[in-house]
T-cell receptor, first 114, second 114 residues
Framework: GNSVTQMEGPVTLSEEAFLTINCTYT??????LFWYVQYPGEGLQLLLK?????DKGSNKGFEATYRKETTSFHLEKGSVQVSDSAVYFC?????????????FGAGTRLAVHP | DGGITQSPKYLFRKEGQNVTLSCEQN?????MYWYRQDPGQGLRLIYY???????QKGDIAEGYSVSREKKESFPLTVTSAQKNPTAFYLC?????????????FGEGSWLTVV
């Protein structure tokens, strides 16, 4: 079936450290891939997306590249800040049963300390 | 500003009561969705609607009902048949197909059974 697997958290880093959150997927067809971020007590915000193989999504210093050969979409940031502390969700969308279905990973909590 | 408005932010329900969560969007999106999020977990799809007067069950529809009488509105009723309704509920919308279209989320509603 279609699914998204993320590395388990929490991920704890010091400010200015390098961040990687791994995400792999299983899907039939050609999904689009997304990273969403959720701050405490809030809804989800789109962080970045990629719609085809080798596309790189980027936003606010975060990057992720759509790797079809490894079915991965790892999230990276060169220097994290305390304000990046949140839960990060990897997701894919594909057409299933005639509608645009969004499938989420379980989420990875990131805690950044000063 | 365009966006998705959910209300109320916090809601308490007594055992055996039905409650309705409101979701309104002014993005002119055709598709709307309801997700449930339990603490420390990912999102699960309850119901979705691609057009007015049409909606489909998601993965965990039992104990919930929806209506789509207007394009901009997609209210969710949590009925007394839902055995464990305490959760964070997120409404979302999108243009619809194709898969690359972003799904946007509201700020969420917390429902607690007392």
């Amino acid at each position: 079936g279609n699914s998204v697997t993320q590395m388990e958290g929490p991920v704890t880093l010091s400010e200015e450290a390098f961040l990687t959150i791994n995400c792999t997927y299983t899907a039939t067809g050609y999904p689009s891939l997304f990273w969403y971020v959720q701050y405490p007590g809030e809804g989800l915000q789109l962080l970045l997306k990629a719609t085809k193989a080798d596309d790189k999504g980027s936003n606010k210093g975060f990057e992720a590249t759509y790797r079809k050969e490894t079915t991965s979409f790892h999230l990276e940031k060169g220097s994290v800040q305390v304000s990046d502390s949140a839960v990060y969700f990897c997701a894919l969308t594909l057409i299933s049963g005639g509608y645009n279905k969004l499938i989420f990973g379980a989420g990875t909590r990131l805690a950044v300390h000063p | 500003d365009g966006g998705i408005t959910q209300s109320p932010k916090y809601l308490f329900r007594k055992e055996g009561q039905n409650v309705t969560l409101s979701c309104e969007q002014n993005l002119n999106h055709d598709a709307m969705y309801w997700y449930r999020q339990d603490p420390g977990q990912g999102l699960r799809l309850i119901y979705y609607s691609q057009i007015v007067n049409d909606f489909q069950k998601g993965d965990i529809a039992e104990g919930y009902s929806v209506s789509r009488e207007k394009k901009e509105s997609f209210p969710l009723t949590v009925t007394s048949a839902q055995k464990n309704p305490t959760a964070f509920y997120l409404c979302a919308s999108s243009i619809g197909q194709p898969t690359g279209n972003t799904i946007y989320f509201g700020e969420g509603s917390w429902l607690t059974v007392v």
